[in-house]
């Protein structure tokens, strides 16, 4: 193979990649649903069975001492609308979408998660101070798209158990 | 003596011969494992709560949009009494029907016979009804005219909302709060856009919208899926729940932005 047939052929590989790369937003939610495979979750039925139902969804004490969070984005509000984690301990984020593609961001950290429908998106968060944290969509999402935010609040560890008792670690009401 | 009766005891009661003994021994373990484990997810997990039956699959759309309005018309003779016989409801707490998007109230019946949505009226007469009646009623309520009321049965458009509360509540059904995460009404409620199975709220009675609030924020309605409603009913304060009932009561939701 001469040097310029390897040219053309490089060349031509370099196009076909930059195409795909140019439509990301077009092909992220089918390449990224083809990426996490096993994660697939019904979207218009979530609240009906699986593990994103109603009483399942917020912080859930694990025994190594972790909390899983689960949450759903669905327009225009991210569900629990207030989280409560304790502070130190490794928060494995668990968040799918009920209808469009969403990104959850907590400001004031370099933390975002885009949440897809049908899919799972997993990640680890640490918050090592007790504090409080806005939370944002960050993609654009609809008419109430700048609306939706919610809140993620951090508790000293100790304080975490007792505040933890009503309605899996939400704090809506208070 | 004994050694030797005991001895032949066993040998001749099939009950006491190893195999069986190993055999009752693990059918009792695999038992009592069952049990525990059945025990333990019992104990463990509660029932999963479900909001409602419904999920908006493009099978339960076609369902719910399927029904014969003529059927529907002579089935709904029986809704008139409190619904009026156009759609308009006479009593406050009532809603009005006419035009009501078929999927929303699709929904709200199939809550009501599933006792997903409690209603001491509603329950009952719901419960008469089959899905194909369901369906039928449905499609005919969606027929009726938002506009016209030859009766005058209505009690809508009702009175102007206070002063102060107008606004606060045409910038609530505008723009929402984003401070605290309160989404704009007319992002679901039209008429900036719709979800499935979410009601137009334009010609809606005061006094219903207002009850449905505070039953969205005391958690005693809770059939809406992914509990958007009871997350912003409850983030509303109760002047704000106040001023959104009058603004839709009076027909501003009709002409947004006519309030200012």
Same mark, same amino acid.
């Given at each position: 193979?001469?040097?310029?047939?390897?040219?053309?052929?490089?060349?031509?590989?370099?196009?076909?990649?930059?195409?795909?790369?140019?439509?990301?937003?077009?092909?992220?939610?089918?390449?990224?649903?083809?990426?996490?495979?096993?994660?697939? *979750? %019904?979207?218009?039925?979530?609240?009906?069975?699986? =593990?994103?139902?109603?009483?399942?969804?917020?912080?859930?004490?694990?025994? %190594?001492?972790?909390?899983?969070?689960?949450?759903?984005?669905?327009?225009?509000?991210?569900?629990?609308?207030?989280?409560?984690?304790?502070?130190?301990?490794? *928060?494995?984020?668990?968040?799918?979408?009920?209808?469009?593609?969403?990104?959850?961001?907590?400001?004031?950290? %370099?933390?975002?998660?885009?949440?897809?429908?049908?899919?799972?998106?997993?990640?680890?968060?640490?918050?090592?101070?007790?504090? =409080?944290?806005?939370?944002?969509?960050?993609?654009?999402?609809?008419?109430?798209?700048?609306?939706?935010?919610? =809140?993620?609040?951090?508790?000293?560890?100790?304080?975490?158990?007792?505040?933890?008792? =009503?309605?899996?670690?939400?704090?809506?009401?208070? | 003596?004994?050694?030797?009766?005991?001895?032949?005891?066993? @040998?001749?009661?099939?009950?006491? #011969?190893?195999?069986?003994?190993?055999?009752?021994?693990?059918?009792?373990?695999?038992?009592?494992?069952?049990?525990?484990?059945?025990?333990?997810?019992?104990?463990?997990?509660?029932?999963?709560?479900?909001?409602?039956?419904?999920?908006?699959?493009?099978?339960?759309?076609?369902?719910?949009?399927?029904?014969?309005?003529? #059927?529907?018309?002579?089935?709904?003779?029986?809704?008139?009494?409190?619904?009026?016989? +156009?759609?308009?409801?006479?009593?406050? &707490?009532?809603?009005?029907?006419?035009?009501?998007?078929?999927?929303?109230?699709?929904? !709200?019946?199939?809550?009501?016979?599933?006792?997903? #949505?409690?209603?001491?009226?509603?329950?009952?007469?719901?419960?008469?009804?089959?899905?194909?009646?369901?369906?039928?009623?449905?499609?005919?309520?969606?027929?009726?005219?938002?506009?016209?009321?030859?009766?005058?049965?209505?009690?809508?458009?009702?009175?102007?909302?206070?002063?102060?509360?107008?606004?606060?509540?045409?910038?609530?059904?505008?723009?929402?709060?984003?401070?605290?995460?309160?989404?704009?009404?007319?992002?679901?409620?039209?008429?900036?856009? &719709? #979800?499935?199975?979410?009601?137009?709220?334009?010609? !809606?009675?005061?006094?219903?919208?207002?009850?449905?609030? +505070?039953?969205?924020?005391?958690?005693?309605?809770?059939?809406?899926?992914?509990?958007?409603?009871?997350?912003?009913?409850?983030?509303?304060? @109760?002047? @704000?729940?106040?001023?959104?009932?009058?603004? &839709?009561?009076?027909?501003?939701?009709? !002409?947004?932005?006519?309030?200012?």
């Amino acid at each position: 193979m001469n040097w310029r047939k390897l040219r053309t052929l490089l060349l031509t590989v370099l196009i076909l990649c930059l195409i795909p790369a140019t439509r990301y937003y077009q092909i992220d939610v089918p390449l990224l649903r083809l990426l996490r495979g096993s994660h697939h *979750v %019904d979207p218009l039925s979530l609240h009906l069975t699986g =593990e994103f139902v109603e009483n399942n969804l917020g912080t859930e004490q694990n025994p %190594d001492g972790s909390v899983t969070v689960r949450m759903i984005a669905q327009q225009y509000l991210f569900i629990p609308h207030c989280i409560l984690v304790p502070a130190g301990a490794p *928060v494995h984020l668990r968040i799918t979408s009920a209808d469009a593609v969403h990104s959850l961001t907590f400001n004031g950290t %370099d933390y975002a998660v885009k949440v897809l429908p049908g899919t799972i998106s997993e990640t680890q968060l640490d918050f090592l101070t007790p504090g =409080e944290y806005k939370t944002a969509c960050r993609e654009f999402c609809g008419a109430g798209h700048y609306a939706m935010r919610s =809140e993620l609040k951090v508790v000293p560890r100790e304080q975490f158990p007792a505040l933890h008792q =009503e309605e899996r670690g939400s704090c809506v009401a208070q | 003596m004994l050694r030797n009766k005991l001895f032949q005891r066993t @040998e001749k009661s099939s009950w006491l #011969r190893p195999t069986t003994l190993a055999l009752t021994f693990l059918v009792g373990v695999a038992l009592a494992g069952v049990a525990a484990t059945s025990l333990l997810e019992a104990g463990d997990s509660p029932p999963d709560r479900v909001p409602s039956n419904v999920a908006w699959t493009p099978e339960t759309i076609a369902a719910a949009s399927a029904g014969d309005a003529f #059927r529907g018309m002579l089935l709904a003779r029986r809704c008139d009494h409190c619904h009026g016989a +156009e759609g308009f409801s006479s009593v406050g &707490y009532t809603p009005n029907l006419a035009g009501m998007d078929k999927l929303a109230l699709w929904k !709200q019946l199939e809550d009501f016979r599933a006792r997903k #949505r409690l209603s001491r009226t509603m329950g009952p007469i719901a419960e008469s009804l089959s899905s194909r009646d369901v369906a039928d009623v449905v499609a005919y309520y969606a027929k009726l005219p938002v506009f016209q009321d030859s009766q005058d049965n209505r009690i809508f458009p009702q009175n102007p909302p206070e002063a102060n509360h107008a606004g606060v509540a045409s910038h609530l059904v505008s723009f929402g709060d984003g401070e605290r995460g309160i989404p704009p009404c007319q992002a679901c409620h039209g008429p900036v856009a &719709y #979800r499935p199975g979410v009601p137009s709220l334009a010609t !809606q009675n005061a006094d219903y919208v207002l009850n449905q609030l +505070e039953s969205f924020a005391n958690r005693s309605r809770t059939n809406d899926i992914n509990e958007p409603m009871r997350t912003i009913a409850a983030l509303l304060s @109760e002047d @704000e729940r106040h001023a959104l009932a009058e603004y &839709y009561g009076s027909g501003l939701g009709l !002409q947004p932005g006519s309030a200012k």
